[in-house]
């Protein structure tokens, strides 16, 4: 189970780095499935903050995961505090001098706490029909209007970036990522859900210009419009 592997990685993070504060909880939200007669909610997602308030190297981590079964390694599940913060409306750690809780709130860093890797960086690209490409293809298509398909492994939002960039990787991860989508800061109000969040682990297709950053296609999302979830039920569409 996810959920075990990751305890017992606390437990050894704990003896290694001494001491550690770890914060546990479900994500919360309307309409969610109750059981019992007090009716308590039963979250789909639940989250880990850990963080390292010892001195010289003050580090933190987070994890969002689903509350049940996944063949994932848990590293595949690391974010920011910041994330689940917006994620949940808690400010978890308002004690720490800001100019250190800036810091550690917004690493994903799994390597200043282990050497471990998660199984893979991605997932093996998606065969699809004529009109659609896969992220292996994309690259052959470069300044033209077309729909890549994929499924999402890594998502960033950088909020005090210049234009308040959020990148979301499909197939593989960063630094050896294949296809990349980003959306500005201005655009943010342009969708119904984080986008950081809400992606992560689905299958989506997105349609717009491909153009290059530093050789790798990109995509640029203006709108909830130009995206939709992958049915991996029907393996069709939902919209």
């Known amino acids: 189970q996810i959920g075990a592997k990751l305890e017992n990685k606390l437990r050894e993070w704990a003896i290694e780095n001494e001491e550690i504060y770890v914060v546990t909880g479900g994500v919360l939200k309307p309409g969610l499935k109750t059981i019992g007669e007090n009716k308590v909610s039963v979250p789909n997602f639940y989250y880990k903050i850990i963080v390292d308030y010892l001195e010289p190297e003050f580090k933190a981590l987070a994890f969002v995961m689903p509350n049940g079964s996944t063949k994932k390694h848990f590293l595949e599940y690391a974010v920011s505090i910041d994330s689940v913060e917006r994620l949940t409306g808690i400010d978890f750690f308002p004690n720490i001098p800001d100019v250190i809780e800036d810091r550690i709130e917004e690493s994903t860093n799994v390597s200043l706490w282990t050497k471990e890797k998660a199984e893979s960086d991605g997932v093996p ?96 999302l203006n709108s909830e419009s130009q995206m939709e979830f992958l049915d991996e039920y029907s393996g069709g569409f939902k919209n």
């Not at 992220?135 to 470069?142: G, M, N, V």
């Not at 197939?171 to 992560?200: A, C, Y």
């Open 125 to 220: 690209p998606l065969p699809f029909k004529k009109g659609r490409f896969n992220t292996l293809q994309a690259k052959y298509h470069i300044g033209q209007e077309c729909k890549v398909c994929g499924t999402v492994v890594s998502t960033k939002y950088n909020k005090k970036g210049k234009g308040s960039p959020t990148y979301i990787n499909l197939d593989k991860q960063f630094p050896n990522h294949v296809f990349s989508i980003t959306i500005w800061g201005d655009d943010r109000k342009n969708f119904s859900f984080e986008p950081e969040m809400e992606l992560m682990n689905k299958a989506i297709c997105v349609t717009g210009i491909i153009k290059t950053f530093k050789g790798i296609p990109q995509l640029t």
